[in-house]
C-alpha cells in the first residue's frame, strides 16, 4: 500500500491563491464590509435603542392616560354630584319660594276679605242705621204730632237720661 501523501504542488499553488485573495479582500474589501457590518450593526443598535426608548415613552403615556382618564373620571363623578346637588338647591329653593308665595297670596287674601268684611259690615251698619233713622223719625212724627205726645215723649227722654 502506498501512503498518499498530498501533492505539494497543488497545496502550495492553492496557498498562495489563497493568501492572493486574502490579500485582495485585506486592501479592497476588508474595510468596507468591516465598515458595512460595523454600520449596520449601529444601525440595529440605535433601532434597538430606538425601539426600547419609544416602547418606553409609550408605557409612560399610557401610565399618564390612564391618570388623565382617572382625574378624568373622577372629575366628571364630581361634576355629576354637584349638578345634583345645584339641581336639588334649585328644586328646594323653588319649593320654599312657591310656599312664601302661596303664603304671602293667603295672607293677602285673608286681610282683603277681611278688609271686605269690615266694608260689608260697615255697609250693613250703615243701612242699618238709615233704616233705623227712617223708621224713628217715622214713628216720632207719628206720635209728635200731638203737642201733649212731644212733652211727655221729652219727659220720658229726660227721666231715661237721668236714671243711666
Do not use: C, H
Not at 440595529?44 to 418606553?56: C, N, W
Request: cysteine-free.
Amino acid at each position: 500500500m502506498e501512503l498518499l501523501l498530498p501533492d505539494f504542488g497543488l497545496f502550495l499553488w492553492t496557498l498562495i491563491a489563497f493568501l492572493i485573495f486574502f490579500f485582495l479582500l485585506k486592501k479592497f474589501a476588508w474595510k468596507p464590509i468591516l465598515g458595512a457590518l460595523e454600520e449596520r450593526e449601529s444601525g440595529i443598535a440605535d433601532s434597538i435603542a430606538t425601539a426600547e426608548r419609544v416602547k418606553k415613552e409609550m408605557a409612560d403615556m399610557k401610565a399618564e392616560n390612564e391618570t388623565l382618564l382617572s382625574e378624568a373620571r373622577a372629575e366628571r363623578t364630581l361634576m355629576i354630584k354637584e349638578a345634583k346637588e345645584t339641581k336639588d338647591k334649585m328644586i328646594a329653593e323653588a319649593k320654599d319660594e312657591a310656599k312664601s308665595e302661596a303664603a304671602k297670596v293667603i295672607a293677602d287674601a285673608r286681610v282683603q276679605i277681611e278688609n271686605e268684611k269690615m266694608a260689608a259690615l260697615t255697609d250693613v251698619k250703615n243701612q242699618v242705621g238709615n233704616l233705623v233713622i227712617e223708621v224713628s223719625e217715622k214713628v216720632l212724627r207719628k206720635e209728635l204730632s200731638d203737642k201733649r205726645a212731644q212733652e211727655n215723649y221729652i219727659s220720658q227722654l229726660a227721666s231715661e237720661i237721668k236714671l243711666n
